[in-house]
């Protein structure tokens, strides 16, 4: 196990200073000695794509750029590596973890294939890549080698992270919000809680209703306040619960859709809405809690502190947009625009209980399930 500041302290010499990212646990001591750092810059960024097109414009700007993201997210990232880095040769310096690593620790079952394929995927866009350093004085020898090809090259390198590889680090401190406007910021004052939220959602869902939550702690807490076969809990696949709700709202117009998606998820497919908002299905909520932090990973920043998600909503075409902050209140608007689309931005507070269970069915039981469960409405 090597500490983060060392390992931190020789990328620097060799002169990396331009970080950019989305966070993943394995990362998370990397990314707090980043952010905690005056002499590094870090830029979170909405997906891991975005991340590489980040750290390729400082790179042709004149930076050293470090990106780093899970291998969940690496499908994200194939489009700008491919098609960015490789083909106007912008080297920028990859720590990418082994999340479902084969043989490795228990994972997530949304890691399970990524784990599988994650060296063949970095051989196949042409990116060289070595696992990550485990001990202190391998460090200079698997930097080095990096440098070395990004210098002959002028393309990427990927440093691959296993389970367990660095020490954790303490994050201290959080990025300053830039304004909003005034309503907005004003709006947010008021917070609830989570799984008060998902609680009274629950319990005023009709026979035709079916929820949709998104990847982190929201679904594993509904799972906990009652595990019911109109539920679905996305895993990977983060940001995609709008649409996917959005497809199952179109292909049954007869079935009332819930969407409970998540401030970091949202930002990281923002367009999503800009669909659901053109094709504006009456039978879809899209119910957005935004504790303004990647909670499941460390608790870093996302952007939410500085984004008025009602006003994007009502740019992007919903008819009905609102701030609630009382779940109760909540459950009484969803009832009283059951004949429109509507998109509900709650802000709650930050904290899961540390005794939450994983669901015990698997994700292919839960969309069995499910379909079943949409088969019998009628």
């Not at 890691?111 to 485990?134: C, K, N, V």
């Not at 209703?209 to 594993?220: E, K, L, P, Q, S």
């Not at 209980?353 to 409405?377: K, M, N, W, Y």
Request: charged share 20%; hydrophobic share 40%.
């Amino acid at each position: 196990m090597v500490e983060a500041e060392s390992f931190v302290d020789a990328t620097s010499a060799r002169g990396f200073d331009f970080y950019s990212g989305v966070p993943c646990s394995y990362l998370t001591p990397f990314i707090n000695y980043v952010i905690n750092s005056d002499q590094l810059r870090y830029v979170g960024a909405a997906n891991e794509g975005d991340a590489v097109a980040i750290a390729a414009g400082a790179e042709l700007g004149g930076r050293r750029c470090v990106v780093m993201f899970q291998n969940s997210g690496l499908g994200n990232a194939v489009s700008p590596l491919t098609s960015l880095n490789y083909i106007f040769r912008l080297p920028v310096l990859i720590y990418v973890t082994l999340r479902g690593e084969p043989g490795g620790r228990p994972d997530e079952p949304q890691h399970e294939l990524m784990g599988a394929i994650t060296t063949d995927m970095l051989d196949s866009m042409r990116i060289p890549w070595r696992y990550f350093p485990t001990r202190e004085d391998e460090i200079g020898a698997v930097l080095d080698a990096a440098v070395e090809h990004m210098d002959a090259e002028r393309r990427p390198f990927a440093l691959v992270m296993r389970h367990g590889t660095v020490a954790p680090h303490e994050l201290t401190r959080q990025p300053e919000p830039r304004p909003v406007s005034a309503a907005a910021a004003a709006r947010r004052a008021p917070m609830c809680r989570r799984a008060d939220v998902l609680r009274d959602i629950q319990a005023g869902l009709s026979d035709n209703d079916v929820v949709i939550t998104t990847t982190g702690f929201t679904g594993r807490e509904l799972y906990a306040i009652g595990d019911r076969p109109n539920q679905l809990y996305m895993v990977g696949s983060m940001g995609c619960a709008s649409s996917f709700g959005l497809g199952l709202a179109l292909a049954r117009p007869d079935l009332r859709v819930f969407v409970i998606d998540g401030d970091g998820a949202a930002l990281m497919r923002l367009g999503a809405m800009a669909c659901v908002g053109y094709e504006r299905p009456a039978n879809l909520v899209h119910v957005l809690l935004d504790n303004q932090v990647h909670e499941s990973t460390g608790a870093q920043s996302t952007l939410a502190h500085s984004i008025d998600f009602c006003a994007i909503a009502q740019a992007c075409g919903y008819p009905v947009v609102e701030e609630i902050a009382d779940p109760q209140q909540l459950v009484t608007s969803i009832e009283a625009n059951r004949r429109a689309l509507a998109f509900y931005h709650v802000p709650i507070e930050r904290g899961v209980d540390a005794q939450l269970p994983r669901p015990a069915i698997t994700p292919a039981a839960v969309a069995s399930r499910l379909r079943h469960f949409i088969g019998e409405c009628q």
